[in-house]
C-alpha cells in the first residue's frame, strides 16, 4: 500500500487527510494521478494534473518522477507559505 | 534542539535565554520575529498567485498548517545548512501552527555568533529558506472569508539571493515547481 | 524615544514590547543585541589598530564611555536616516555606558516593519552607523590589563556596503579621519 | 572661552574631562593644538599632532577645519569603538 497525505486546500478538496492504495504497477508518483481515480474525488484529480503541486516520498522532496515503493508515504503539497 | 513546532505561543525571553546560554562566549545575537498582519494588500494576494483576491481584507486569525515530521526535519536541514554557510554559536527556530490571531507571534529565529555579519546572514538565511521550503500552509480567515496562501515570489527571490544550496542532499531544487518533471 | 543611553542592564523583552506596541502593524521585527565577549584574539586588536597587543586576551569587563548630548543626537540621526532608506514601523535603540562585565548586554538595535527585508535592513544599517559613527569608546580590561579599542577596520567595511550619506546633513563622511583637513 | 572635552585615552592623557581657553584669535580648531598649550600635558598635545583624532563643534562632526567662535564646545574625540 501507499499512504497518500494531503495538505492545505488539496485536503480540504480530499475531504480527508490521507488515504491508503494499493501499489498495484504504480511505477513514479504521477501515476497516482490515475492510481488515486476512486479515493479522492475527481476535482481534486483534476486540480493535480497540472502538477503545480510538490511530491515528497517518506518526507523528502522527490517529485512527481519519483519511485513510489510499498509502504512508500506520499505528501502532495501546495505551495508552502510559512513564516 | 534547535528546531521547535509548537500549538501555543512562545516566549521571545525564553528562547533568548536558551540561545545565549548555549553560546557563552557569543559577541552578536540576532532575532527574527513574523507575527500575523492584520491587514494584507491586494497587491500580496497578487504576489501569491491568488489573483481572484483583488481587494485588501483585513484579517481575524490565520491557520496554520504543517506536514509533522516532514517539517521538524527540513527545518532542521535548513539550520545545519546555515552553520555551514556561516559561522554561528547556536541557533533555535520556533514555529507555531494552529490557530493564531492578527498581531500575534507566528515564528522565532535566534542566531547567536562571534559576529554580528554571520548573526544577522545566519538568522536571514533560516527565514528565506523556511519561507521557501519548510512545509507550513497558512489559511487567513477574515473580511474577505477564508484564503489559503501560496509561496510569494517575493520570497522565492529573497531565497535566490543564497547561491545554488550548499550540498547535495539540499532540497531546493526540487522544491520549486519548476524544477519537477512533466510527464 | 528612539534612543536610549543606560549605565544599567536593559531587558531585551521590555523593549520589544515597546516596539510590538508602537508598530501594530508590523509583520517582522529584527532585533540585534551585542555582547561583550570574554575573549578577545590578537587579531582583533591588530584590526583595531593595536598592534602592539600580539597575544590574545580574556576580558573581565568594559568601561564604557560616552560624549553625553552628542551620542545621543547621533544616535538619533542615524536611526532617521535608517527610517529614510527602509520603511520602518518603528525602532529603538538601547546602549549601556559604565562598567559591563564578561557576557553582558551592551546594545540592543529592534527593528519593526511591515516586511522583514526592511526589518533586517534596518537593524543592521543602525549597527553598522553606530559602530562607526556614535561617540562610545570602550576599554577592555582583562588579563593583558588596560586598553581602549579602536575602530575596527571590518565595521567601516561594513558601513560602506550603504553606499554614500543619503543626506547632506549626514556626519559620516566627516566621521572618517581621512577626510579631514591636515593644516 | 572655549570648552574643550576628551574621550577615551585622550581624557586619561589630559587628567582632566575638559578645560575651557580662551578664544583668542583661534580661528579653527586645528588653532587649539597651540591654543591649548599650558592647560594639558604636552604628550597630550603631541598624540593630537597627526590629527588622527576626530574633532566636534558643538555636538556635531566638524574636522580640525571647522571654525571656532566664542562658547564653542570642543569634542577631541579619539575612533569609536561603540556597539
Given amino acids: 500500500m501507499i499512504k497518500v497525505l494531503f495538505f492545505a486546500h488539496l485536503r ?4 480527508t487527510n490521507s488515504v491508503e492504495v494499493p501499489l498495484g504497477d504504480m511505477a513514479l508518483a504521477s501515476d497516482l494521478l490515475t492510481g488515486l481515480k476512486g479515493y479522492v474525488p475527481d476535482a481534486l484529480l483534476n486540480e493535480l494534473q497540472d502538477q503545480s503541486a510538490m511530491v515528497s516520498i517518506n518526507h523528502r522532496y522527490a517529485g512527481w518522477q519519483g519511485q513510489l515503493e510499498e509502504g512508500a508515504e506520499v505528501g502532495i503539497l501546495p505551495p508552502v507559505s510559512g513564516g | 534542539m534547535d528546531v521547535i513546532i509548537t500549538s501555543t505561543d512562545f516566549s521571545v525571553t ?32 497578487q504576489q501569491a498567485g491568488l489573483v481572484e483576491v483583488e481587494t ?34 547556536a541557533v ?7 490557530k493564531i490571531a492578527a ?42 472569508g477564508e484564503q489559503w496562501l501560496g509561496l510569494k515570489q517575493t520570497d522565492c ?3 535566490k539571493r543564497w547561491g545554488e544550496p550548499s550540498d547535495a542532499n539540499n532540497t531546493h531544487g526540487n522544491a520549486h515547481p519548476n524544477s519537477q518533471g512533466t510527464s
Same sequence: chains 1, 4.
Fill in chain 2, 56 to 89: 485588501a481584507a483585513n484579517i481575524d486569525y490565520l491557520e496554520l498548517e504543517h506536514y509533522p515530521g516532514m517539517t521538524e526535519a527540513l527545518c532542521q536541514d535548513i539550520v545545519e545548512q546555515a552553520r555551514e554557510r556561516f559561522s554561528l554559536d
Fill in chain 2, 14 to 45: 525564553e528562547h533568548y535565554d536558551f540561545v545565549r546560554a548555549a553560546a557563552p562566549h557569543a559577541g552578536a545575537v540576532v532575532m527574527f520575529v513574523g507575527l500575523v498582519r492584520d491587514f494584507v494588500s491586494a497587491q500580496n494576494y
Fill in chain 2, 157 to 159: 527571490d529573497a531565497a
Fill in chain 2, 92 to 98: 533555535r527556530v520556533v514555529h507555531r501552527v494552529g
Fill in chain 1, 12 to 15: 480540504e478538496m480530499a475531504g
Fill in chain 2, 103 to 144: 498581531s500575534e507571534q507566528i515564528v522565532l529565529v535566534v542566531a547567536a555568533s562571534k559576529h554580528r555579519e554571520d548573526a544577522f546572514n545566519g538568522a536571514q538565511f533560516v527565514m528565506d529558506y523556511l519561507k521557501t521550503q519548510a512545509t507550513f500552509w497558512k489559511k487567513e480567515v477574515g473580511t474577505s
